[in-house]
């Protein structure tokens, strides 16, 4: 039944993988929980499992199991089909990494007025720091749990993009003055990217099917104060005649997260 299986998850979440939370918290949360609601007969079953999981010697069977199903919490189709493209080791370097906190990666507003030391003054008051990467205009950021909170954010001086995204608008090479379509473009932050390139000179028509997700696009061009981005609504699949030509075209299509 869906609660008991949303509590017994949480539960066994917190047992085998939280540190702060003692065995025995988690255990007496979860069946109090499932006394609560209308599948309250099932309290014997989610403390009987949860109590199993807190033995040592179910976690070291769970965490040591080699299949990779469980091991990289992975269809095992997926795992298979990744095998096959790249290799059993490559495809198990890219799931292990797949489950780490990807780094948080940004890129300067430069048309604000002394925005990068404004930034890293900001991230140095609350211990995060502001470090240089092998791509010139990106930057990594240690130690931030949260970027909308700060000011430099509210301030428009900086946006996160990844170092992969940046790079690809790199290639695009767009210049002052010309007319660009980004053709998938929420929530925008390769249209920001290229405004920036483009030294907010142009005009860059940044398309998506979806109202809300355009809506996305024209705050965060907001905030940054770029007003050469002209979000429309548009489906990337029709011809729109009326968008009229362009020097370059930039279409970054939905993907299914695993490469394809």
């Not at 309290?43 to 965490?63: G, M």
């Not at 767009?174 to 249209?191: F, I, Y």
């Not at 050469?228 to 930039?250: A, M, R, W, Y």
């Amino acid at each position: 039944p869906p609660i008991t299986s949303a509590v017994l998850r949480s539960g066994a979440y917190q047992i085998l993988f939280m540190d702060k939370v003692p065995n025995s918290a988690a255990v007496n949360e979860a069946v109090k929980i499932i006394k609560k609601s209308k599948e309250k007969g099932n309290a014997p079953l989610v403390n009987a499992v949860l109590r199993k999981l807190c033995d040592e010697t179910v976690k070291s069977q769970i965490s040591n199991n080699e299949n990779p199903s469980v091991k990289f919490s992975v269809k095992e189709w997926i795992y298979n089909c990744l095998c096959c493209d790249y290799s059993k080791e490559k495809a198990e370097q890219f799931l292990e990494n797949s489950l780490s906190s990807p780094p948080v990666y940004i890129r300067i507003n430069h048309l604000k007025e002394n925005a990068k030391d404004t930034f890293a003054l900001e991230l140095s008051n609350i211990g995060a720091k502001l470090c240089s990467t092998e791509c010139e205009d990106v930057c990594l950021v240690s130690g931030l749990k949260g970027a909308e909170g700060l000011k430099s954010y509210q301030d428009g001086l900086f946006y996160v993009q990844d170092i992969s995204s940046r790079l690809a608008v790199k290639a695009l090479n767009a210049k002052s003055g010309e007319r660009v379509l980004d053709c998938c473009a929420a929530p925008g932050g390769k249209s920001f990217s290229i405004a920036l390139d483009m030294q907010n000179k142009g005009e860059i028509v940044s398309c998506d099917i979806h109202s809300h997700r355009v809506s996305l696009i024209e705050k965060g061009a907001k905030r940054l104060g770029l007003d050469i981005i002209k979000p429309t609504v548009c489906d990337g699949l029709k011809f729109n005649e009326d968008l009229g030509l362009f020097d370059k075209v930039i279409c970054d299509a939905p993907c299914s997260g695993i490469g394809v």
